[in-house]
């Protein structure tokens, strides 16, 4: 499949781009150049949406006091530099205003496919992604590269079962999903609601939130809900059920135009004389 070998013969550039630096003393490898942060692009498939700004804030003064300890990953193009790895530490500087970042030059060619292949991948592996941007990632790389949900479990190295249900994380609506982004609710709990209409997600993950309830008992509060809504649809379907039984006799019977619906029979008479039909068909 191209898209694991392309993406690991990448990682593998990279990785010896790493192993080059953290053997140089000082970073005086040549692979190694401090770059002006402003002729750096970020790569425009990053699925990382969300970056947490307290933490950001944190590693930006790290930055400032200690230096940068792990430099960032890039490749060059004719206009500068794209951004292969390292966003946050790329963010950080800009936040710290500093001119210059430490960069690995990586030589290795890398088009469009091959860099949204490493992005996401890169993310998914190291775990960097909320639950949401994990769902999404592994839609884009199942519509996109047309594989299956085994081949992206050997592609990505989790288990089938995580990645079946972190995508049913996308039939949630936006109101929870949101919730669920912003770390309000958790993934076990959001999993509980898939399957309800958009309305009763929004009220259930209000009762969630507001009740701060726990998984378990998400789960408990969703199975009531459901028994509830069964119950007042069995008695409905039963009475269905009773009358259209009884169809094909009334068919036979009944001479006249009528309808059917719930408990109610519906006769109507197109003149007189089919009135005083049916009236001399009922026992006097």
Known sequence: MALGRGLGSILDEVGKAYDTEMG???YDGEMVREIKVEVIAPNPYQPRKTFDATALQE???SIVTHGLLQPIVVIEKDDGYLLVAGERRLRAHKLADLETIKCVVADVDIDDIKLRELALIENIQRENLNAMELANSYDELIKVYDITHDELSSIVNKSRSQITNTLRLLGLCSYVQDKLTAGLISQGHAKVLVGF?????????DTIIGQKLSVRESELLAKKKKAN???????QEKIESFVNSYESKIKARLPFAYKLKNNALEINFKSAEEIEKFLNMLPK
């Open 197 to 205: 209409s958009e309305k009763e997600q929004k009220i259930l993950v």
């Open 24 to 26: 140089a003393s000082a």
């Open 59 to 61: 590693l930006s003064d």
């Open 229 to 235: 809504e069964e119950e007042m649809i069995a008695p």
